[in-house]
C-alpha cells in the first residue's frame, strides 16, 4: 500500500472538497482519498505508489491545481 | 412576469452557484435564476410574484442563507 500528500489550492467549501474526492477517487489503484478543506491537504492511498501526474490531472480535471507535494 | 433580486451569503464557488441555482429553478412558476457569485446576487423571474419564504427556504436548502431582499 502507498500513500502520497499533496497540497491542492482553490478549494473553497465541500462542493470543492467533494469534486476533489470524486475524480481522485476514480484513478485506477486508488484505494482511499482525504481531502482537508481548510489546510488544502489531499492524501491519496492506493495499492502501487501513483503517478503523481495522473493525480495532478485529475485535480485540475476536478477544476484545481496541485500547489505541492 | 416578476422579477426579485436577494443577497444570498456563503456562496464561494461555482459549485455553490450551482447548488443554489438548482434549487431555486426547482420552484413552481420559476422561470429564471441568476446568480452573481463575486455580489452573492440572486435574480429570480416567475410567472407570478413568489413567496419569500419559498426562496429563502430554497436557498437554505441548498446550504446557503439570505442576507436580504
Redesign the interface.
Known amino acids: 500500500m502507498s500513500t502520497a500528500t499533496y497540497t491542492v489550492s482553490g478549494m473553497?467549501?465541500q462542493?470543492?472538497v467533494?469534486?476533489v474526492t470524486e475524480e481522485v477517487s476514480g484513478l485506477p489503484g486508488v484505494t482511499g482519498v482525504q481531502v482537508d478543506l481548510a489546510g488544502g491537504g489531499l492524501t491519496v492511498t492506493s495499492d502501487a505508489p501513483l503517478d503523481d501526474d495522473a493525480v495532478r490531472a485529475a485535480v485540475e480535471e476536478a477544476?484545481y491545481e496541485v500547489a505541492g507535494r
Open positions: 473553497t467549501c462542493h470543492c467533494s469534486a477544476g
